[in-house]
């Protein structure tokens, strides 16, 4: 299967920073990557699908890039709201896979 | 706007299997563009797809999870179900379901269920 490795595991940071997370898979998927927030208690919802598709309801301050194996997810001016936990997805085949998470803390 | 509403036991015991229901209102389950997904989330820990299935019944599962999990849907109730046998303390966990596009890489989850948490414990 597919493994994803995301990087850093925990990251904190203060309202305002630009902020960037990064997911890393273990053989090319092509811009089949989704990234998920998921908030404490709550659903996971998605954020970005297709590596760079803004998911509507979901503020322009995000973005994301990349093709292949390394992907990134932006926060270009952290606000208050986005304190989470965020996972990327690779959909490239049926064996979905996650990365392990990165918890975005308040500094 | 579509929802999705897990139901089932919150408590197994070990060695049963574990029986969820996911209930779809707000669209059709017979939806031929769409899977029906379930993913899993032990507690402090990331998450883990279980299974895919179509409403034609053409199933997909994790093969870490194959030889114990059934996905089944009912057009009839607009559910689609999980069967997970052999629970032991490993497969406590938050359920969702969820849903996903049915196309070439396309197959992000969106929406998902609240959740439920199962607990496996004597």
């Known amino acids: 299967d597919i493994q994803m490795t995301q990087s850093p595991s925990s990251l904190s940071a203060s309202v305002g920073d630009r902020v960037t997370i990064t997911c890393r898979a273990s053989?090319?998927?092509?811009?089949?990557l989704n990234w998920y927030q998921q908030k404490p208690g709550k659903a996971p919802k998605l954020l970005i699908y297709?590596?760079?598709s803004l998911r509507s309801g979901f503020p322009s301050r995000f973005s994301g890039s990349g093709s292949g194996t390394d992907f990134t997810l932006t926060i270009s001016s952290l606000q208050p709201e986005d304190f989470a936990t965020y996972y990327c997805?690779?959909?490239?085949?049926?064996?979905?896979?996650f990365g392990q998470g990165t918890k975005l803390e308040i500094k | 706007q579509l929802l999705l509403q897990e139901s089932g036991p919150g408590l197994v015991k070990p060695s049963e299997t574990l029986s969820l229901a996911c209930t779809v209102s707000?669209?059709?389950?017979?939806?031929?563009?769409?899977?029906w997904v379930w993913i899993r989330q032990p507690p402090g820990k990331g998450l883990e797809w279980i299974g895919s299935?179509?409403?034609?019944?053409?199933?997909h599962y994790n093969p870490s999870l194959k030889s114990r999990v059934s996905i089944s849907v009912d057009t009839s109730k607009s559910h689609f179900s999980l069967r997970l046998s052999s629970m032991t303390a490993a497969d406590t966990a938050v359920y969702y379901c969820?849903?996903?596009?049915?196309?070439?890489?396309?197959?992000?989850?969106?929406?998902w269920g609240q959740g439920t948490l199962v607990t496996v414990s004597s």
């Open positions: 969820a849903r996903h596009p049915y196309g070439s890489g396309r197959n992000w989850f969106d929406p």
């Open positions: 707000g669209g059709s389950i017979s939806d031929s563009t769409y899977y």
């Open positions: 299935i179509h409403y034609s019944g053409n199933t």
């Open positions: 053989q090319s998927i092509s811009n089949y």
């Open positions: 297709a590596a760079s």
């Open positions: 997805q690779q959909s490239y085949n049926t064996q979905y896979t």
